[in-house]
């Protein structure tokens, strides 16, 4: 058997944002709040598994709606949702949006507006076409 060395292991390995929780910094979405912040709406899916063939956000963008993402203008990166800092151990298998939905109420689009009213009127205008697939129940 071969003997590997790991570099954490009966060692104290420091959290990322360890420091600035220590002092007192600002690392909470709290602290960080912008004067005039954009309300973000994420429009979900209604099926439990589907591939989006096409989905059209040009007419959804009314006044007051600064952009809308979808699967195809998000970063192909995955990360995971654990929700813990570095060093993080759980698998990165999250997509910020991606053309495949996987339940109920997987995220499609995310349409970032300066009042709720016109990221609301977006949302409902967005249109999507859905390639359904059988749902995976176990």
């Known amino acids: 058997m071969e003997h590997r060395e ?5 060692k ?8 600035q929780l220590l002092l007192g910094k600002p690392v909470y979405t709290d602290d960080l709040v912008n ?6 709406k994420i429009l979900r899916s209604p099926h439990p598994n589907a591939i ?3 989905i059209n956000t040009a007419i959804a963008k009314v006044p007051g709606v ?3 993402y979808t699967w195809e203008d998000v970063p192909d990166q995955r990360f ?5 800092t570095y060093p993080e151990a759980s698998p990165y298998d999250r997509l910020i949006l991606d053309r495949h939905v996987r339940f109920s109420g997987d995220a499609v689009a995310i349409i970032a507006a300066e009042t709720e009213k016109a990221a609301l009127k977006a949302m409902k ?3 999507v076409k859905y390639q ?7």
Not at 35 to 40: A, C, F, I, K, S
Not at 80 to 84: F, L, R, S
Not at 132 to 138: G, N
Request: net charge negative.
């Open 125 to 127: 205008l967005i249109k």
């Open 66 to 68: 600064v952009d809308i």
């Open 6 to 10: 790991y570099k954490s292991i009966n």
């Open 80 to 84: 995971t949702n654990a929700g813990q």
């Open 52 to 54: 989006v063939e096409e």
């Open 35 to 40: 004067n005039h912040p954009l309300v973000v």
């Open 12 to 19: 104290s390995v420091r959290k990322k944002d360890s420091m």
């Open 132 to 138: 359904i697939l059988e749902a995976v129940l176990d």
